[in-house]
């Protein structure tokens, strides 16, 4: 079974500083993508950046970036230039390329992290 | 375009009644999935829909079910509720074309069992 571990509960940065959460994952498949997902007080679960897990490229969206290494399983994420807006909990979740079966719908899910900015 | 639309946003409900939550899916996406998120436990999958048929299942009691309409909409069902069913309730859509980009979640169904 795929697990996905998020091992910071909380993590807290000045603004306009960087910031670099932590993910790691377990599963057998060769082939999967990978995601960071933001979720604000107002509760919606906001995709933030993805990862194809064949492509060796790490994933980059504005101040967003992701430290993709496939051998060690891990899928970090860093916030450049951190904004108050960036605030929120944060998610990371995996689903095989291969969306059939048991993986109909489904992500894995880590447990978050709590992101907190400082003015 | 619209985006998924959950309701209702809260809901209080008292032990061993039951409850009804109702997710709209972006319009052109057939697959709805359903979430559930506490403290405890953090983000669980129920069940995912497409074209009206349960293609996947979570490790969820029978209490909890779903369906899906000829429009994709999509409801599910707890019934005989515990208190540990108190949650964030989340439904997320996808199409054939977006299944690599991740989901489109809902704001979600705050329920509270008393």
């Known amino acids: 079974a795929q697990t996905v571990t998020q091992s910071q509960p909380e993590m807290s940065v000045q603004e306009a500083e960087t910031v670099t959460l932590s993910c790691t994952y377990d599963t057998s498949e060769s082939d999967y993508y990978l995601f960071w997902y933001k979720q604000p007080p107002s509760r919606q679960m906001i995709l933030v950046i993805r990862?194809?897990?064949?492509?060796?490229q790490n994933a980059t969206e504005n101040r967003f970036s992701v430290n993709f290494q496939k051998a060690a399983k891990s899928f970090s994420l860093k916030i450049s230039d951190s904004q108050l807006g960036d605030a929120a909990m944060y998610f990371c979740?995996?689903?095989?390329?291969?969306?059939?079966?048991?993986?109909?719908?489904?992500?894995?899910f880590g447990q978050g992290t709590i992101l907190t900015v400082h003015p | 375009k619209a985006g998924v639309t959950q309701t209702p946003r809260y809901l209080i409900k008292t032990r061993g009644q039951q409850v009804t939550l109702s997710c709209s899916p972006i319009?052109?996406?057939?697959?709805v999935s359903w979430y559930q998120q506490t403290p405890g436990q953090g983000l669980q999958f129920l069940f995912e829909?497409?074209?009206?048929?349960q293609r996947n299942k979570g490790n969820f009691p029978g209490r909890f079910s779903g369906r899906q309409f000829s429009n994709s909409r999509s409801e599910m069902n707890v019934s005989t509720l515990e208190l540990g069913d108190s949650a964030l309730y989340l439904c997320a859509s996808s199409s054939r074309d977006t299944w690599g980009y991740g989901y489109t979640f809902g704001s979600g169904t705050r329920l509270t069992v008393v």
């Open positions: 319009s052109g996406h057939r697959s």
């Open positions: 979740a995996y689903r095989p390329a291969n969306a059939g079966g048991t993986s109909y719908g489904k992500l894995t």
């Open positions: 829909y497409f074209s009206e048929t």
């Open positions: 990862q194809e897990a064949y492509k060796q």
